[in-house]
């Protein structure tokens, strides 16, 4: 791997027991020796040929209505076979939701589409798997509720969609879709990205899903915890951290934490789930439900704790 900032070679062939080839698609975040490094072309044609076919990617929105199902749709984006790759919780307006939308501005059906899109927050995602937008298209079924739950009962749309338009969630219907769709909710500097966060940074507290957690598609899981406690998410997104940012983060840990280096290892080797939590006491609250640092103590002392 050839530095181009710095014109010298900074990595040779070496063992990188934590990564996996399935880790490396186009948009894909990968760290290295600290590095984070964006997957942003293929090498040759046969490499594109080869992985183009097997790590297709989409467009995927969470809609307002099904907010309190997050937890439960990612789960079932997971036992898919999905793998998240970008993640963001943001929430339209009237000018966000006629450009997402531009195509439907003119329909009869837009007034109510625009309503109920802009009425809470929404989840954006981008998804990897085989041949993603045909796959996330069957897999969440037809676009109206009562035809979903004849059609296909096991679809996302069948399970928590409500009508034609409260239906739970959306997807690209093409390549050319995913790129526009995907470049709307994630493009640019953050300052001028048209989707922004939803993070208030008032009378909240921060919770982080472990790249473990993360990897292994029970994100889902952990924030059904955190519904069923009574906290509100007023944010979300998915970060990779690189290891310098870690150490910064974790310092005040620097000498007092046994597992201090693992933990920095560990936080810089896949992504992370950020999360904006809120509600009285909350950070009483959310210290509560993960538990003590140690989860062999947390199973004996906070049994139905995160941890």
């Not at 600290?34 to 490499?47: E, G, I, L, P």
């Not at 008032?202 to 598609?217: A, M, R, T």
Request: hydrophobic share 40%; charged share 25%.
């Amino acid at each position: 791997m050839h530095d181009i900032k710095n014109n010298r070679i900074f990595l040779k062939k070496i063992e990188l027991p934590n990564f996996s080839i399935d880790d490396i698609y186009i948009g894909a975040k990968v760290t290295i020796l600290s590095r984070v490094m964006k997957v942003t072309d293929y090498a040759d044609v046969r490499t594109r040929n080869r992985f183009s076919e097997t790590r297709g990617r989409t467009f995927a929105m969470i809609k307002p209505h099904a907010y309190a199902n997050i937890g439960k749709i990612l789960d079932e984006v997971s036992a898919a076979g999905f793998e998240v790759s970008k993640l963001k919780m943001s929430k339209f307006n009237n000018n966000s939701v006629r450009e997402f939308y531009q195509e439907h501005v003119d329909k009869p059906f837009f007034p109510n589409l625009a309503q109920a899109m802009t009425a809470d927050v929404t989840i954006g995602m981008e998804l990897v798997a085989n041949d993603a937008i045909k796959k996330w298209r069957s897999f969440i079924g037809p676009t109206n509720t009562a035809n979903a739950k004849t059609e296909a009962p096991k679809s996302i749309r069948a399970k928590f969609g409500v009508d034609g338009t409260l239906n739970a969630v959306h997807g690209a219907d093409s390549a050319a879709s995913h790129d526009r769709e995907t470049d709307i909710w994630f493009g640019g500097m953050p300052a001028q990205r048209l989707m922004k966060t939803t993070a208030v940074l008032n009378n909240c507290s921060l919770l982080i899903i472990k790249p473990h957690i993360v990897k292994e598609g029970l994100a889902g899981q952990i924030i059904d915890m955190i519904f069923e406690a009574g906290l509100e998410i007023s944010a979300m997104e998915m970060f990779n951290l690189s290891r310098p940012v870690v150490e910064e983060f974790f310092d005040v840990y620097k000498g007092v934490l046994p597992e201090y280096l693992p933990l920095i290892e560990h936080m810089s080797n896949g992504p992370i789930i950020a999360l904006e939590v809120r509600q009285e006491d909350v950070v009483g609250r959310l210290r509560e439900l993960c538990g003590p640092h140690d989860p062999e103590i947390a199973k004996h002392l906070r049994p139905n704790s995160i941890r």
